[in-house]
């Protein structure tokens, strides 16, 4: 067990820093959007949403992670 914690401490230890910095620098937000058509009263009848990036590109970040 004693071989496994090495590279479980630094593969953990990858994954913080490169989350953080991603929280950091190009958070994720959650966008909600109307979907097409309204009732009798024009009020919009349903509704979606989506984890959205506002800054930067995420491909780095993933990049990282999957390594």
Known sequence: ARDVIGPYLALMFVNVV???CWTII???T???FNH???DDWN???S???KCTGKTG???PF???LGI
């Open 57 to 59: 590109n995420i491909t």
């Open 62 to 64: 993933l990049t990282v």
């Open 36 to 38: 097409r058509g309204t």
């Open 30 to 32: 959650y966008e909600r």
């Open 18 to 20: 490169t989350l953080t």
């Open 26 to 28: 190009a958070p994720l």
């Open 43 to 45: 009020r919009v009848i």
């Open 47 to 49: 509704t979606y949403g």
